[in-house]
Every structure is written in structure tokens, then in C-alpha cells.
């Protein structure tokens, strides 16, 4: 058993995101089945676990980058990166929220992670998820977090320690989730608990078991002791059972449903009969707090179920709209919003599912590092995941990416050594859900470029899959990039400021400037042979390097042709391949 905290420090963050990651696993599919509100589309326990494994990896790259070794990382840097990476990897309404608790409680564990800390920093979480809805409505998660703060602030006494303090914020959501539907209309038709208040109280049931080293016991499902076994129809599907973990509340079933309540039949949506929003809208916003408070305004206007959480220049925004171009066009006049999501809602018997057409025969999902190269992707008929400076995609938003694509086979392309165990845990969950998936281990964009420009979905998917895999393979990469610190490389000891090439991830070549350092390499690359070059160039990088590298490639090899595409905003002011 792990050693119990006294407080909220970066290792019981680490393992209440662990804990909390395992217990929206095992309750998603639940979650999902009792998804009714705001609309009854039957993917809140899946966007719940999906944002929470996005802040788990923030906080695990944490401790893979401390370097002390014989010490733990700051608490502070625990739970900053906790937030940081439930933000960019918020799905849907409820993960928006969940986003904004996290940052909210961030804030102020920050600070320190005692009995008194949390108490504030519940608080915080549930007053800033608040003021992120435009319109808050009571019981939703928003009434969970909220009467969770208020049981963790009663829970004075004397010097309560941390565990009195979790276990009656604990206690306090789940007696305000059984309460919920007698709040919520559209709950108490359906029969139902709000799903994110349900999510909610598991990430606090974890929570819980981090500090007291005991799990929530699992009381009797139904009031008689006896798990409900009929099935609960949502949109035309069915699920048997819904059990769920934490003991019981009186009067409520361990699968969220009312003890008198029945549980057959489908599940009603907000407004019975009535149409929402065609589409839900979904981006990362980079801009100024001002900017955001007019954007607030202008989506307001558009559309309703209006979540943006965020701050220090960086945003989540989450809204269901009948104008999806509008949406977009709102965020692009307060700032730079990238990794926009569109998801097209249809109604179908009064409720509002999610259209799926026949999914095609074949796909591939390719990871890139720049919007110029998602362009390129796009137009060559791939399904793209941009990798942005610092923020890998985590293997949820490659599964994401995968059910995007809507196809019977699918060739996944990483693009990056880092991503292989990733990649793999997504094309293993893709797999369980009836896609076969082959992962080409492409370690580099121009690998994957290369990769797709024999894709041909006509043929056997074997035969593709191989072909692909020998173009990548027949490809060598190299980069370019700037030395941060001095350090010793395989090349010799680099100074901050030197560029850096690094040939097949190895440094090969230390030099003053990108023109020439980018010459070197090509050369050194080219002396092996080669038929073909290709150049990604950053946002930053003029063309006339393009130019002078395409030069240089014709007067010393005159049997090699080059091709330059634009990467757009990347890590690398350049990128070679050789094929």
C-alpha cells in the first residue's frame, strides 16, 4: 500500500489522477448510458475519462522530466500541469467543466495541499466551474461541486485533518447527485442522476481512497440490495445493468436511478420533442481576457449549452450552435483558435444523436506537428491529430481520431517515436470496438508523408499496410532545432543558442545558424544516396531558405529532386526526409 499523505502533494496528485483515470474507466459506459442532459447523446462518462487522461499525462510528463531523481516535483507543477492538461484535452460539456474544477482547485492547492487548502480550493473549483457556464442550471454537476465545497467547509471541528475534509466533500456530492433529479426535470422523467455529477463523485471517490488508502464501499444497487437488471434504452441502444461504485445514497440505485423509479424505456430529452442546436463546436483559443469576454457575448447569442474555461492567454471553448462557421468565425476575431472540433448533432424520435453514416472501408489517422501539414494530410484524404509544441496527444484523442475517420480498417501514423506506446494503446482500444487497426511506427512527419503517398485503399489492406510501412521505412528524417541549455551531445557539447541537427533523433551536427547547419545535414544524409528530399518548413522560416536548400540539393546531386511543403506553427524550424 502506498504511503497515506498528510497533504496534496505532487505524488498524491499523481496517484489521485492515476485513481481517478481507473474509476471513470470502469463507470464509463455507465455514465454514458444515463447521459441525458443537456443532450441526451450518450458520451459523458467517455468524455469525462478522456479529459481526465489528458491531465493524467500532463502530470506524468512532469515527473518523467524531474531530474533531481532522489525528490518528488514541486506540488505546484503537479497540479498546474494537472489543469493544463484537462484543458486541452476537455471533450464535451462535462469535460469542460471537469476542466475548469481542476483549474479552479489548482489555484489554490498550488499554494499547499493541507485540510484548509482544500477546503478553499473546493470552493474555488465549484464557483470558477460556474461562472464558465453562461447559463448554470441546478442539478447538474455544477450543484454536485457546489454542495461538495459546502459539506468539505462544515467539516471544521477541531483542525480537521485532510482525510475528514475529503471524505465529507465526498459524502456531501454524493447525497446532492441523489438529489438531482428531483432538481433537474428532464432527471426525474428519465430516472436518472446527472451524468456529470455522477463522474464528479467518482473523481472524488478517488480522491478519497488516495488520502485514506481505502476505496468507497460498494453498498447494495437497488434499495432491496438487489441489481436492477432490466435495460435502459438510450437513442436506440441498450445497456444491461448500472452498477456503480460508492455506497448507496437512500432512495437512489448504485447505477443512478431512483430505487421507484422505472428503468425501461428510453431516456427523455431536455425539451421532449424539440430540437436542439445542429452542432456542437468545440476549440483551443488562444486570447487576450477582454477578447474572451465579448466572444462570451457573440456565442451566447448563437447557440446555448455556452462552457468557455480557461485563462493566462489560453482557453477551451464548448457550445452547441445551429451555425457552425459562425461559431468559429467568432473565435478567430478574439484570437488563434486551433484543434476545432465540429460534431454534427441530428434528431432522430425526439432525440438528439450523433449522424453515422456507413463508415468507409479504409482510413488513415496521421499525427502532425504543424496546421500546414494537417492541410496537406486533409486534402490527401487522412484524418488528422495535430501534435502542438509540448502537448502530445494522449491516446484518447488518437481513439477520438480514429472513431472520427468512421472506417472498417484504419492505418494509424504517429509520426513520432515518443507517441509509439500511445499509438499502440489507442489502436488496442480501437480494436475492442471492432476497427482493425494497423500502426505503422512512423517516427517522423516526412516518414508519414511519405507513408501516405503510396496509401492506395483499393487494394488489400496487408498489401497497403506493407507498402506504407517500406515507404516510411525507405525514409530517413532529420530536424532541426535550437539548443536550450549547454549540453553534451553525440556531436559534442552544444552552447544555448546553437542550432542543432539531429539525423534519424540522434544529434549529428552543431552549428551557428539554420542555413548552414540545414546544408551539413542534407549532405551528410545524401552521401548515403537518395531519389528525393523533402523540406517542412516552420512558420517562421523564409522562403528564400527553401530556395537556397533546393539550390544546394541540385548542384551536388543532380539525380535528386526536392519538394518544400509549409508546416506551420511546429517544434522544428525545419524538417528533412530522404527517401
Given at each position: 500500500m502506498p504511503q497515506l499523505p498528510d497533504d496534496l502533494d505532487a505524488v498524491a496528485v499523481r496517484r489521485w489522477c492515476s485513481l481517478a483515470l481507473d474509476a471513470l474507466g470502469r463507470e464509463r459506459a455507465e455514465i454514458d448510458a444515463i447521459n441525458v442532459y443537456p443532450i441526451a447523446d450518450g458520451d459523458t462518462g467517455t468524455n469525462l475519462y478522456l479529459t481526465l487522461e489528458s491531465a493524467a499525462a500532463a502530470v506524468e510528463a512532469v515527473f518523467a522530466a524531474h531530474e533531481t531523481g532522489a525528490t518528488a516535483p514541486a506540488t505546484a507543477d503537479a497540479v498546474r500541469a494537472m489543469a493544463h492538461g484537462a484543458l486541452i484535452g476537455a471533450r464535451g460539456n462535462s469535460g469542460t467543466i471537469l476542466a475548469q474544477l481542476l483549474r479552479g482547485m489548482a489555484g489554490v492547492l498550488a499554494d499547499g495541499g493541507d485540510a484548509a487548502h482544500l477546503r478553499l480550493a473546493l470552493t474555488s473549483a465549484a464557483d470558477a466551474a460556474r461562472q464558465a457556464v453562461a447559463h448554470p442550471v441546478e442539478g447538474t454537476v455544477l450543484t454536485v461541486a457546489a454542495e461538495a465545497a459546502e459539506a468539505a467547509e462544515a467539516a471544521r471541528g477541531e483542525d480537521p485533518d485532510l482525510r475528514t475534509v475529503v471524505t465529507a466533500a465526498y459524502d456531501g456530492a454524493r447525497a446532492a447527485l441523489a438529489r438531482t433529479p428531483e432538481q433537474l426535470a428532464v432527471l426525474g422523467r428519465a430516472g436518472v442522476v446527472d451524468a456529470g455529477g455522477r463522474g464528479l463523485v467518482a473523481v472524488l471517490g478517488a480522491l478519497v481512497e488516495t488520502v485514506t488508502g481505502q476505496a468507497p464501499v460498494r453498498g447494495p444497487r437497488t434499495a432491496s440490495g438487489n441489481a436492477a437488471k432490466a435495460p435502459v434504452t438510450v437513442d436506440g441502444g441498450s445497456v444491461v445493468g448500472l452498477p456503480v461504485g460508492g455506497t448507496p445514497v437512500e432512495g437512489v440505485t448504485e447505477g443512478?436511478?431512483?430505487?421507484?423509479?422505472?428503468?425501461?424505456?428510453?431516456?427523455?430529452?431536455?425539451?421532449?420533442?424539440?430540437?436542439?442546436?445542429?452542432?456542437?463546436?468545440?476549440?483551443?483559443?488562444?486570447?487576450?481576457?477582454?477578447?474572451?469576454?465579448?466572444?462570451?457575448?457573440?456565442?451566447?447569442?448563437?447557440?446555448?449549452?455556452?462552457?468557455?474555461?480557461?485563462?493566462?492567454?489560453?482557453?477551451?471553448?464548448?457550445?452547441?450552435?445551429?451555425?457552425?462557421?459562425?461559431?468559429?468565425?467568432?473565435?478567430?476575431e478574439?484570437?488563434?483558435?486551433?484543434?476545432?472540433?465540429?460534431?454534427?448533432?441530428?434528431?432522430?424520435?425526439?432525440?438528439d444523436v450523433r449522424v453515422q453514416a456507413e463508415p468507409a472501408q479504409r482510413a488513415v489517422v496521421v499525427v502532425v506537428p504543424g496546421d500546414g501539414l494537417a492541410g496537406l494530410c486533409t486534402e490527401a484524404g487522412a484524418t488528422t491529430v495535430i501534435a502542438r509544441p509540448g502537448e502530445p496527444p494522449a491516446s484518447g484523442e488518437l481513439v477520438d481520431a480514429i472513431r472520427r475517420a468512421h472506417a472498417r480498417e484504419v492505418?494509424?501514423?504517429?509520426?513520432?517515436?515518443?507517441?509509439?506506446?500511445?499509438?499502440?494503446?489507442?489502436?488496442?482500444?480501437?480494436?475492442?470496438?471492432?476497427?482493425?487497426?494497423?500502426?505503422?511506427?512512423?517516427?517522423?512527419?516526412?516518414?508519414?508523408?511519405?507513408?501516405?503517398?503510396?496509401?492506395?485503399?483499393?487494394?488489400?489492406?496487408?498489401?497497403?499496410?506493407?507498402?506504407?510501412?517500406?515507404?516510411?521505412?525507405?525514409?530517413?528524417?532529420?530536424?532541426?532545432?535550437?539548443?536550450?541549455?549547454?549540453?553534451?551531445?553525440?556531436?559534442?557539447?552544444?552552447?544555448?543558442?546553437?542550432?542543432?541537427?539531429?539525423?534519424?533523433?540522434?544529434?549529428?551536427?552543431?552549428?551557428?545558424?539554420?542555413?548552414?547547419?540545414?546544408?551539413?545535414?542534407?549532405?551528410?544524409?545524401?552521401?548515403?544516396?537518395?531519389?528525393?528530399?523533402?523540406?517542412?518548413?516552420?512558420?517562421?522560416?523564409?522562403?528564400?531558405?527553401?530556395?537556397?536548400?533546393?539550390?544546394?540539393?541540385?548542384?551536388?546531386?543532380?539525380?535528386?529532386?526536392?519538394?518544400?511543403?509549409?508546416?506551420?506553427?511546429?517544434?522544428?524550424p525545419l524538417l528533412i526526409g530522404v527517401e
Open positions: 443512478g436511478l431512483p430505487a421507484s423509479a422505472p428503468v425501461e424505456g428510453p431516456l427523455d430529452c431536455p425539451e421532449d420533442g424539440a430540437a436542439g442546436p445542429a452542432f456542437e463546436v468545440i476549440y483551443l483559443l488562444e486570447a487576450r481576457d477582454e477578447q474572451v469576454a465579448r466572444l462570451r457575448t457573440r456565442l451566447d447569442a448563437l447557440g446555448d449549452s455556452l462552457v468557455v474555461v480557461g485563462g493566462d492567454g489560453l482557453w477551451h471553448v464548448h457550445v452547441h450552435v445551429d451555425d457552425a462557421g459562425a461559431a468559429v468565425e467568432a473565435g478567430v478574439a484570437g488563434r483558435p486551433y484543434r476545432i472540433r465540429i460534431t454534427h448533432f441530428a434528431t432522430e424520435s425526439g432525440h492505418v494509424l501514423l504517429p509520426n513520432d517515436a515518443a507517441l509509439r506506446h500511445t499509438a499502440a494503446a489507442a489502436a488496442e482500444q480501437a480494436r475492442t470496438e471492432g476497427v482493425r487497426v494497423a500502426l505503422v511506427p512512423t517516427r517522423a512527419a516526412v516518414q508519414g508523408i511519405a507513408a501516405l503517398a503510396v496509401h492506395e485503399p483499393d487494394r488489400g489492406f496487408d498489401e497497403d499496410v506493407v507498402a506504407m510501412t517500406a515507404a516510411a521505412g525507405a525514409t530517413r528524417y532529420a530536424e532541426l532545432a535550437v539548443a536550450e541549455r549547454q549540453s553534451w551531445t553525440m556531436a559534442g557539447i552544444c552552447q544555448a543558442g546553437d542550432i542543432l541537427g539531429l539525423i534519424d533523433g540522434d544529434v549529428a551536427v552543431i552549428g551557428s545558424d539554420v542555413p548552414h547547419t540545414a546544408r551539413t545535414v542534407l549532405d551528410r544524409m545524401l552521401a548515403a544516396g537518395g531519389e528525393l528530399v523533402t523540406l517542412v518548413l516552420g512558420e517562421d522560416v523564409p522562403d528564400a531558405l527553401a530556395d537556397a536548400l533546393e539550390e544546394h540539393v541540385r548542384e551536388g546531386h543532380l539525380a535528386v529532386d526536392t519538394v518544400v511543403y509549409r508546416g506551420g506553427h511546429q517544434r522544428a
